[in-house]
């Protein structure tokens, strides 16, 4: 039997056309839609007949595929395939570790991130800021579990949930007092997690324990489903505002940290 033949590889060295493949392919993916080759050939920096050799590749590959009637091209199965396998990989802690370093650096707080389990929230990363010195805190490490009811993490998971699951997860834990302002009527926990998926960000306010506030926004999968929830711990000893100051004051980098996390799991806004 005679092989198929194999599509000639373009000009220059192993690493330049590796490059430049993959730059055709990131401008692609960046961009989203369809493009035509000389959007292609402006977006990469490489002249049009240039781009056009690494484009027929990349086609005959199965990276890309023809569309208009062969005048745009767009990511092919090849590329699905390398790109689903991927993303089938990820795992949100080790995604989104440098992004939560760079949120306790910026923002001098003890970040955490955490997915639920049941009932509770499971802490999967958490970091202090590098420059932290002594502080009051919650013994929290990775692998920790605590309420949900009562965490702003876990009122953004639960928020999220199906009304289902969530009145399942209610009808089986007791919603005790563990902090000064812990909210125990179910009727206020359920309007409080409505809210919280209207605004998209939890606010606890010494719902946990006394003294300690938090500040937690959701992190999305690439089926754009919540998968975890990224939060900030403040403690007053340490800043004494009121909690409106500390929301205007963190919201803003902890969006920006959770939605570079989702993208980096394959959510697409």
């Given at each position: ?6 599509p ?10 590796l ?29 049009k ?9 990349l ?5 890309l595929e ?9 990511l092919?199965?090849?590329?699905m ?24 650096d ?16 499971v ?11 002594f ?23 639960l ?14 834990i ?9 909210i125990t ?23 946990l ?10 992190v999305?999968d690439r ?7 990224l ?7 340490a ?31």
């Open positions: 039997m005679t092989a198929a033949p194999q000639a590889a373009p000009s220059g060295t192993g690493a330049q056309a490059e430049r493949g993959l730059a055709i392919l990131t401008a692609l993916a960046d961009g989203r839609r369809p493009l035509g080759l000389v959007e292609l050939a402006d977006a990469t920096g490489l002249s007949s240039t781009c056009h050799r690494y484009v027929a590749s086609v005959a590959l199965r990276y023809q569309e208009d009637g062969g005048r745009k091209y767009l092919g199965p090849a590329a395939h390398l790109g689903m396998a991927a993303v089938g990989t990820l795992d949100v802690a080790r995604v989104g570790a440098r992004s939560v370093q760079a949120l306790a910026e923002t001098n707080h003890t970040v955490s991130l955490t997915v639920l389990d049941g009932a509770d929230i802490y999967v990363d958490r970091r202090r800021p590098s420059r932290a010195g502080r009051i805190e919650l013994n929290v490490q990775i692998g920790t579990r605590l309420p949900a009811y009562c965490t702003s993490m876990g009122k953004v998971l928020a999220y949930r199906d009304p289902a699951s969530v009145r399942a997860v209610l009808d089986r007791d919603l005790a007092r563990r902090g000064p302002r812990t009527a179910r009727e206020e926990l359920v309007a409080a997690l409505a809210e919280i998926r209207r605004t998209g960000l939890a606010l606890n306010d010494q719902e324990t006394a003294g300690l506030r938090s500040v937690a926004v959701p999305r089926h754009g489903n919540v998968c975890a929830a939060g900030v711990a403040v403690h007053l000893s800043w004494n505002a009121t909690a409106e100051a500390v929301v205007t004051r963190l919201e803003g980098p902890l969006r920006h940290a959770a939605q570079e996390i989702s993208r980096r799991m394959g959510h697409l806004e």
